[in-house]
């Protein structure tokens, strides 16, 4: 800094000298100062009882304690809402994980009806992994499945209880909450499985097709229909999922007898549902099932149009 006529100024090369010096040690600090990942993390996990939502799923996702429980719904033409809410739709006809993990392995068979017009439905359901140390138990619909633990027929009257290998018990009988009350006369049979790791299920067999509910904590590695169950809804569509999982179970992991090969037919939309057609369909459901709207209303509207009416009152008792 120097003196001049004109007040006080810095001399040009001290100037450049103080922009280089700043530069150097701008340069030294990227060099050597390497920052950790900006992560959030808790310590506890081994409590009894967590509030906060963000730490359980932290906890869970790390030490798999604490994990959530949600439910996932199929049904329909199948139709599901996965464990974070997430709506997605399955017409291809095959065996399709509905839940795949480490430790739980439930597999759904997709077949079209006599009334789907080629669209597949549930037709049944096999429920089986390592939480059963090898156990199968499978359920079809009434007019082409059974009820079976290892291949083996059980719950052959009606109603009944069935002791799953000390494992946990099956039910089958004609309890379970109706969407409707107006559905109270609608004959119902129900399986209801409750099984380990704190896995319960609700089969509903009408004639041709099966509708489930399933209702479970959060597994290891978990992804398939049902969703990867993550907290995180956007990731769960259709086409996401089967990017995740693909579109049919491989032999190897079967547990269904006879492997059927997927099957890609028309993919109808709710565009060819028009006019009369249209608004019959959104009575029929709004009739059988009051309160639905968005993507369930959608659901039962296609249901209606390319199944049959059937299908709401059927629906109705999810």
């Not at 049979?189 to 904590?217: K, Q």
């Not at 019959?280 to 039962?300: K, N, Q, V, Y």
């Amino acid at each position: 800094v120097v003196a001049t006529p004109y007040g006080w100024r810095i001399r040009p090369i001290c100037a450049i000298s103080f922009v280089v010096l700043v530069v150097v040690l701008c340069l030294l600090v990227l060099l050597f100062w390497h920052p950790g990942p900006v992560t959030t993390s808790y310590s506890g996990c081994d409590d009894a009882v967590i509030t906060d939502p963000a730490k359980k799923m932290w906890c869970c996702r790390h030490f798999n304690t604490h994990c959530p429980s949600g439910q996932c719904l199929v049904w329909g033409d199948p139709h599901i809402m996965t464990f974070d809410g997430t709506h997605a739709d399955f017409f291809d006809e095959g065996e399709s994980w509905l839940v795949k993990s480490t430790t739980v392995w439930i597999q759904a068979r997709y077949k079209a009806t006599p009334f789907t017009n080629g669209l597949a439905a549930t037709d049944a359901i096999a429920v089986g992994g390592p939480f059963l140390h090898g156990h199968v138990l499978k359920v079809g619909s009434m007019e082409t499945g059974s009820i079976t633990w290892d291949d083996k027929p059980i719950c052959t009257d009606f109603p009944s209880t069935f002791d799953a290998s000390g494992l946990g018990t099956i039910s089958y009988n004609d309890h379970g909450a109706l969407v409707d009350n107006a559905m109270g006369t609608y004959e119902r049979h129900i399986v209801h499985a409750d099984l380990p790791n704190g896995v319960h299920l609700e089969i509903f067999r009408w004639s041709h097709h099966i509708n489930i509910r399933i209702t479970m904590i959060r597994q290891p590695h978990q992804d398939g229909d049902c969703g990867n169950f993550n907290a995180r809804p956007w990731d769960d569509t259709t086409d996401l999922i089967i990017a995740r999982v693909g579109v049919s179970v491989s032999r190897q992991y079967l547990m269904f007898k006879a492997w059927v090969a997927p099957t890609h037919g028309h993919h109808p939309s709710l565009n060819e549902c028009q006019g009369d057609k249209h608004n019959r369909a959104i009575e029929t459901c709004r009739s059988s099932r009051p309160g639905l709207h968005d993507a369930e209303l959608d659901g039962c509207v296609f249901d209606v149009c390319f199944a049959g009416p059937q299908y709401a009152r059927q629906d109705a008792a999810m």
